[in-house]
Nanobody
Framework: QVQLVESGGGLVQAGDSLRLSCAASGRTFANNAMGWFRQAPGKEREFVAVINWSGGTTYYADSVKGRFTISRDNAANTAYLQMNSLKPEDTAVYYC??????????????????WGKGTLVTVSS
């Protein structure tokens, strides 16, 4: 059974940092892009960041560019999201996802075949 399990969420103050992890099991995603998405209360899910299979290419939403960094460790089958200078508007449930097809990097949620259950990040002002 393929699973993506996020961890690292919590309650922090504005300006603090958090590092989210996404541990995959059941299959390797070493050939697939992985991404992070988030959904704030009352809002639709939105794209945050995506990383290609090798980790050599990344793409970010404008709202997090310069503050968040996505990375991956294929040996550990794990992706990460380092979040710095957090703002109250970053408050959301953060979801990890893995692309359905190998080799490509598509920031669309529709391209993702596997999803975690999410981890809550709350940023107080």
């Amino acid at each position: 059974q393929v699973q993506l399990v996020e961890s690292g969420g919590g309650l922090v103050q504005a300006g603090d940092s958090l590092r989210l992890s996404c541990a995959a099991s059941g299959r390797t995603f070493a050939n697939n892009a992985m991404g992070w998405f988030r959904q704030a209360p009352g809002k639709e899910r939105e794209f945050v960041a995506v990383i290609n299979w090798s980790g050599g290419t990344t793409y970010y939403a404008d709202s997090v560019k310069g503050r968040f960094t996505i990375s991956r460790d294929n040996a550990a089958n794990t992706a990460y999201l380092q979040m710095n200078s957090l703002k109250p508007e970053d408050t959301a449930v953060y979801y990890c996802a893995a692309d359905a097809a190998p080799g490509r990097m598509n920031p669309s949620a529709g391209a993702m075949a596997y999803w975690g259950k999410g981890t809550l990040v709350t940023v107080s002002s």
